[in-house]
């Protein structure tokens, strides 16, 4: 059975940082897209960050460029966010999610990814 397990969300001060981690279990991460999305409250899911098959190669939103990074250990089977200098308008789900995809650059279209995990809570707050 093919999933994503998230972990890592937490309750943190503004400025501060968290690593999220995806976990993935049934599929090498090697040959798929994994994307990371969050939904705040009250708002639509939107796409935060992913990172391509292969090679790698990542995609940030604008408002997390330059202080989140992405990144994959094939060994552990697993997908990073680094999420540093965060701020309240960060506080959100985050989930990770998979598809199955050896070519071109990860998007954040939603209905591309077809493994999704449950999500995994970042707060921001002093």
């Known amino acids: 059975q093919l999933q994503v397990v998230e972990s890592g969300g937490g309750l943190v001060q503004p400025g501060g940082s968290l690593r999220l981690s995806c976990a993935a279990s049934?599929?090498?991460?090697?040959?798929?897209?994994i994307g990371w999305f969050r939904q705040a409250p009250g708002k639509e899911r939107e796409g935060v960050s992913c990172?391509?098959?292969?090679?790698?190669?990542?995609n940030y939103a604008d408002s997390v460029k330059g202080r989140f990074t992405t990144s994959r250990d094939n060994a552990k089977n697993t997908v990073y966010l680094q999420m540093n200098s965060l701020q309240p308008e960060d506080t959100g789900v985050y989930y990770c999610?998979?598809?199955?995809?050896?070519?071109?650059?990860?998007?954040?279209?939603?209905?591309?990814?077809?493994?999704w995990g449950q999500g995994t809570q970042v707060t921001v707050s002093s």
């Open positions: 049934g599929f090498s991460v090697n040959y798929y897209w």
């Open positions: 999610a998979a598809v199955y995809r050896t070519y071109g650059l990860c998007s954040f279209v939603q209905a591309n990814y077809r493994y």
């Open positions: 990172i391509s098959s292969s090679a790698g190669s990542t």
